[in-house]
């Protein structure tokens, strides 16, 4: 209904379609079927001014568009798996419209799906029941809703972006063409893509709320108000409200972030306070370890270059490196190791950072290597890639080597 709403009142011709006689009725009568601020007084307006009717025809309403928004409920099942039945009867009936159609029809995904949804079950029974091909006959669009019930409609007028994912180009240009007029970028991308960006997006915010109510929890039992704490910590918008820290990339680690994660959840524990989400990041910490650890035994080498041994880029602070974690693993399993970091020069390093790569990995001096030439083609390499600019993340392994490359949690997007 918001949608049908907003698009009527750019002065799109509209369509709404639903199982529901009752909301029809409402729809066609000007009424919102839903509680949210100022969505009737664009349905009226759209009825009376002919641009909005409602119906429970699909094969009427595909008929008479050029464009099918599917926004179809997509609930939980009981092991936590979508439930994709109405969105698969919605496809059976749009792909049967679709066979009785000559000119070309674009159906736009709006529900949230998971990725691999569209090309792995909307795609296929469109085809199946229309007898015609996606990207052919038909375009098949993705265009995650990001409207926030009861902001609804100022969330469709002025938008942080306006995600697309098109399986191709010309189904990506007419559902941009909705969007003209407003104020926002349009980023374009595949359809897995955009299926990901929308759950990446929620389950951000869910993140943020729980992490702040954690905060909360834990400062409100040290005698501290926890919204004095985030209000300071919002105002950072270099490092906590930023894009630094957002891509993925390698494990953290140094001096700092994993001594005060176990210092707090510590606390919080020593308060009976629960913080599961704060709790469970060494865990997770530890598995990018152990996935990189996995990736390397994948490859069958026993000879490893490991590019990068300190925590970060610009720094020969070993302490609670990762890599320094990822090599003691690789030696104690036997693995060659030959280690380069313009950064890091045995003869050079003192006091804590010394004892701590000592007591990890006694005989270090043996295995770093000043020259970068040296160290075998074969090899993998997690690494910071800011130290390396001749590395690229994610590249194709030159001279048939398997090295990979691990982008460090600094922000980094060599």
């Known amino acids: 209904a918001v949608c049908a709403g907003c698009l009527s009142a750019r002065g799109h011709n509209v369509v709404g379609v639903d199982i529901s006689p009752a909301k029809i009725d409402m729809i066609n009568q000007g009424k919102s079927p839903i509680v949210e601020p100022g969505l009737e007084?664009?349905?009226?307006?759209?009825?009376?001014?002919?641009?909005?009717?409602?119906?429970?025809?699909?094969?009427?309403?595909?008929?008479?568009?050029?464009?099918?928004?599917?926004?179809?409920?997509?609930?939980?099942?009981?092991n936590g798996d979508l439930d994709l039945v109405y969105m698969e009867a919605v496809c059976r009936q749009i792909g049967e419209a679709l066979r009785d159609k000559a000119g070309r029809h674009t159906v736009v995904v709006r529900s949230t799906v998971l990725p691999g949804t569209v090309n792995n079950v909307v795609i296929p029974l469109l085809e199946q029941a229309s007898g015609k091909k996606a990207g052919v006959d038909f375009g098949v669009a993705v265009n995650p809703e990001f409207l926030r019930e009861s902001t609804a409609i100022k969330d469709y007028d002025f938008p942080a972006m306006?995600?697309?994912?098109?399986?191709?180009?010309?189904?990506?240009?007419?559902?941009?063409?909705?969007?003209?007029?407003?104020?926002?970028?349009?980023?374009?991308?595949?359809?897995?893509?955009?299926?990901?960006?929308?759950?990446?997006?929620?389950?951000?915010?869910?993140?943020?709320v729980t992490f702040a109510n954690e905060i909360g929890n834990i400062a409100k039992a040290c005698g501290v108000d926890g919204r004095e704490v985030m209000e300071v910590v919002c105002q950072d918008k270099a490092l906590n409200l930023s894009q630094y820290y957002m891509r993925p990339g390698f494990a953290f680690g140094g001096s700092c972030l994993p001594k005060d994660v176990r210092a707090l959840t510590y606390r919080a524990g020593s308060l009976d306070v629960k913080a599961p989400l704060l709790n469970s990041l060494m865990t997770s910490n530890e598995s990018q370890v152990q996935n990189a650890f996995d990736i390397i035994e994948s490859h069958d080498k026993r000879k490893v270059a490991l590019l990068g041994l300190s925590f970060k880029a610009g720094t020969d602070d070993l302490r609670e490196s990762p890599l320094v974690e990822l090599a003691e693993r690789l030696i104690g399993k036997g693995y060659e190791l030959n280690i380069?970091?313009?950064?890091?020069?045995?003869?050079?390093?003192?006091?804590?950072?010394?004892?701590?790569?000592?007591?990890?990995?006694?005989?270090?001096?043996?295995?770093?290597?000043?020259?970068?030439?040296?160290?075998?083609?074969?090899?993998?390499?997690?690494?910071?890639?800011?130290?390396?600019?001749?590395?690229?993340?994610?590249?194709?392994?030159?001279?048939?080597?398997?090295?990979?490359?691990?982008?460090?949690?600094?922000g980094c997007s060599t």
């Open 162 to 208: 306006t995600v697309i994912g098109e399986l191709d180009t010309q189904s990506g240009d007419i559902l941009q063409s909705l969007y003209e007029g407003l104020d926002a970028p349009v980023i374009r991308k595949s359809i897995e893509v955009a299926e990901m960006i929308k759950y990446t997006c929620n389950v951000w915010h869910a993140t943020k």
């Open 41 to 78: 007084q664009l349905l009226q307006q759209a009825v009376q001014q002919g641009r909005l009717y409602g119906t429970t025809d699909v094969q009427r309403a595909v008929l008479d568009t050029e464009l099918s928004l599917l926004c179809v409920g997509t609930p939980s099942k009981k």
């Open 340 to 410: 380069y970091d313009s950064n890091v020069e045995y003869a050079r390093v003192h006091g804590a950072n010394k004892d701590y790569i000592e007591s990890k990995i006694p005989h270090v001096s043996s295995l770093l290597n000043a020259d970068f030439e040296q160290q075998p083609l074969h090899g993998v390499a997690p690494a910071p890639c800011s130290s390396f600019p001749f590395i690229r993340y994610g590249c194709t392994p030159c001279k048939g080597s398997s090295t990979a490359c691990y982008r460090s949690p600094d």
